[in-house]
Every structure is written in C-alpha cells, then in structure tokens.
C-alpha cells in the first residue's frame, strides 16, 4: 500500500524580490529574479518524499521547457511521478511571485493543470485507493478534486484537503473529508467573516467546527503557528523562532509533513507540532521547495523544543 498520494498542481514559479507591491497603474523596478520549481502538489509531494517513502504524485505539465525541468528535478526526489501526464500543445503553468521583505503575492496561470480532468485521475484510481491518505488542493479543476474524494473515501483512504487558492465549497464536499487545513484568510472565507483579533478567530474555530464534527479544521497562522479544536478549546502550535527569507512554500510544507503525520498514524497534536515545525524552518530559505526539511532536521529541532 502506497503512503500518500497528492492530486494537485506543478507550476514553474518566477520569483520577482521588490520593495513593494506596486499600486494600480504604478510601475516599478525588481531587484531580482529567480526560477523555481513549484506548484501546490509538487511542493507538498517532494516535502513528503524527503520524509516517507511511497509518495506518489497525480497532474499534468505541459511539453515545453519549463515541463521537461519540472519532470527531470522531481526524479531527483524519493517521489513517484508516472501518474504525472504531459500535455502536447499545452504550457506548464506558471506562478509568479512578488516578493516584498516580510511576505508575497502569487499570481498563478494554470496552463496544463486546468487538464487535469476527471478522466486522468479514472486512469489513476487505484493509486487513490490503495494509499493511506489523499492530500489535495484548489489549483486543477473542482470536479477533478470532488471525485478524487469520492474514489478515496470509498476505499477508506484518509483525505486531507488544503483549500487553496480558495474556491467557494458545498458543505457536503467539506464533510466529506477528513481534515481541512486553511490559513487564516481562507477560513475568513469559509465562515463567511472577518476576525479583527485571535479572540474572535478562536471562536469562530470552535463554531465551524461544531458545525462540522467529522472533518477536523487545522487553521495555519503563520508566525503564530497552527491551531486547532480540542475539546472545545483552540490549541496552537507556535511556530519556531527564525530569520524569515521566504514564507512561499511554508504551507505547503506544512500540508506535506500533516499528511505523512497521518498516514503514520500520529495523534493530531504530534502531527500538528511536527508539520508546525518544518514549516518554520522552511522558511529560511528562498524558494518553495528548496528549503523543505529531511525528517532529521525536523526531529532534531522537536527534541530541542520538547
């Protein structure tokens, strides 16, 4: 039985350093580019494979030059990628980020992943099934993800979904899966409202998730960390003190290590630290996979921090 298997997007990311993000209208100068792999499901896929063995990967690049990078640097990795398809005619998408000092902007073009149709995951189904958990994101098209969902709970396979970019979702799709795991603006989107402090997010958190008794809501916060529902109460996880270089990939990390967390059979405090605290210390590092974390350094620095 394969470990995980991630149903999701593989971008080339360009990576633009400026001082600011720039006003409607305004142009201004970058101090830098940079050129790096990316995409939700690559990043969360090569995060898990530097930490689990039977990682499996499920998209689609295009056949052009930014593809064939993309495929020859993830077989480099411990990472199965024979579910990833290439599309003839068709560009690998792209997502270019604008860096500023303490945080980004991503704007994403979706080229091949908006072929990630239900038809290509069919020819993958029993990938789905036979893994221990399904780790999924917003970036390929919607029916993809809903039926993915249903072949995987069908066999029992824990679903973990990463609801990001953020799309307006059925509650039946929600309740649907085993965890779902926003940052703070998508839950505002998902409840429907803003919180002006931690005080009227935690009680949100508790809200939702009365609402929602079967899927467990991990909310990530960045420097905060990730918290979640206990008994009632939000518990949170703080993330580690560290000079920030790039927060691009932190969510991803975090997704990458919760689900090989779960598919060990972790309780969810442990999980939720563990996945906290490679995602702290991913951050370090300027790119989104280039700072993922082995699972050594990410023991040594839970042993550090108890």
Known sequence: ????VILGSLNMDLVIDIEHLPKIGETICGQNISYFLGGKGANQGVCASRVIDGVSLIGCVGNDFFGTVLLKQLKKERLDISGVNIMEGISTGVASIFKTRYDNAIVTVAGAN???DVQKIKEQTNL???SKVL???????????VYAIKEAKSSNTKV???????RNLPNELIDSVDYITPNETEFEYMYGSEFNDDKSLEKA???WQMSHPNTRLIVTRGRIGASYVKEEIVATSESLKVNVNDTTGAGDTFN???????ASQKELDYAVKFATTGASLSVQYIGAQTGMPTLNEINKYMVQNG
Do not use: K, W
Not at 135 to 145: A, G, K, S, W, Y
Not at 160 to 166: D, G, Q, S, V
Not at 256 to 262: D, Y
């Open 114 to 116: 908006s072929y990630c």
């Open 256 to 262: 990458g290590l919760f689900a090989c967390c779960i």
């Open 1 to 4: 039985m394969n470990n995980i």
């Open 135 to 145: 780790l999924l994101q917003l970036e390929i098209p919607i029916d993809t993800v």
């Open 128 to 130: 789905i099934r036979d």
């Open 205 to 207: 958190m508790v809200c």
């Open 160 to 166: 973990i979904l990463n609801p990001a970019p953020y």
